[in-house]
């Protein structure tokens, strides 16, 4: 049976496709769950994809994460699954409290859409666990609000617990420690601000973002069996 | 009984305000000098229903800080007027 990756749509998500296809390419199986449902169904790992969530008012991820699914989605990360927020998705893994800190504006108030290089800066995560430290990658970049921002204390601990997974190489947007991704205590929730599923073919330009969710397949494929 | 709340929400002290400090350096091509330490924020006004003005202001005061602030790098400030 195909690993089952359940990929979360709110009202004004509009990267799911992008996801669902990068997943299928890989040999997974992409399953679309709308945010207005209470469960998850039989997925082995849960994507919240990019876009504007609830239209991104008030603050991205601040509606989204009274969405119905949320509760499960919660449930589902306390249970050790593979959870991965992508953009928007970060966002709202933020606001939701399952990744500490927050996405502030751009530090030049631009926004940005162009390729980033990145570093795997830690393999400890179910979304790096097939990189390996150092590795540079180029993903694209699509966002207004990706400036990393947490508490210095937070800071310390991330940098102490090894869950940096990801750093620019030139922090376009003034992320502190140039974070563009971490996780969380036990690596199976992970959030990021570039786009793996947009570099997943040499035909738009880069297959950097393959190794991410090809790392992201094996974690539901383990976690699956275990 | 019900009153109006008004709900400021601004970054806290020592973040980065990227708005803030974009009206600032337009200011003196503006012919505005001596202006310093802009910082940008929202407002959110509402009406609560509530028995007595302790209960209004503990339920404003959460909705502020569950949903219109984002604690880890906001802050709220409240005002409360019977209508």
């Not at chain 1, 997925?43 to 919240?48: S, Y």
């Not at chain 2, 000098?33 to 802009?38: E, L, S, T």
């Not at chain 2, 209004?56 to 019977?82: F, G, M, T």
Request: glycine share 12%; net charge negative; with cysteine.
């Amino acid at each position: 049976m195909p690993t089952r990756i359940g990929v979360v749509v709110f009202p004004g998500t509009n990267c799911e496709h992008d996801v669902v296809h990068a997943v299928e390419a890989l040999g997974g199986q992409g399953e679309l769950l709308w945010h207005g449902d209470t469960h998850l169904g039989l997925v082995d790992a849960v994507v919240l994809p990019g876009g504007f969530a609830h239209g991104d008012y008030l603050r991205p991820g601040a509606l989204a994460r009274f969405s119905p699914i949320m509760d499960a989605v919660s449930q589902f990360a306390a249970a050790g699954g593979p959870v991965v927020g992508i953009c928007n998705g970060f966002q709202i893994l933020t606001e939701a409290g399952l990744l500490p800190g927050a996405l502030q504006k751009n530090g030049r108030l631009r926004f940005l859409c162009q390729p980033s290089r990145l570093t795997v800066t830690s393999t400890a995560s179910v979304l790096t666990r097939q990189a390996s430290i150092g590795q540079e990658l180029s993903i694209p970049i699509n966002h207004f609000s990706g400036n990393y921002t947490c508490d210095p204390t937070t800071l310390r601990s991330l940098q102490d617990a090894d869950r940096i997974v990801l750093r620019y190489a030139d922090n376009p947007n003034g992320s502190v420690d140039a974070i563009a991704g971490i996780a969380n205590e036990g690596g199976n929730v992970v959030g990021l601000m570039p786009h793996p599923e947009r570099a997943a073919s040499a035909l738009t330009g880069s297959e950097d973002g393959l190794v991410l969710l090809g790392s992201l397949l094996d974690a539901a494929r383990a976690s699956a069996a275990a | 009984m019900r009153f109006q709340a008004r709900v400021e929400v601004q970054l806290r002290p020592g973040i980065a305000d990227p708005e803030g400090a974009t009206i600032e350096r337009a200011l003196p091509a503006l012919g505005f000098d001596g202006v310093a330490h802009v910082r940008a924020g929202r407002s959110f006004s509402f009406e609560v229903d509530a028995d007595d003005e302790g209960a209004a202001r503990q339920k404003a005061a959460e909705l502020a800080d569950r949903l219109l602030a984002n604690p880890v790098i906001e802050q709220s400030h409240l005002e409360l007027e019977a209508i």
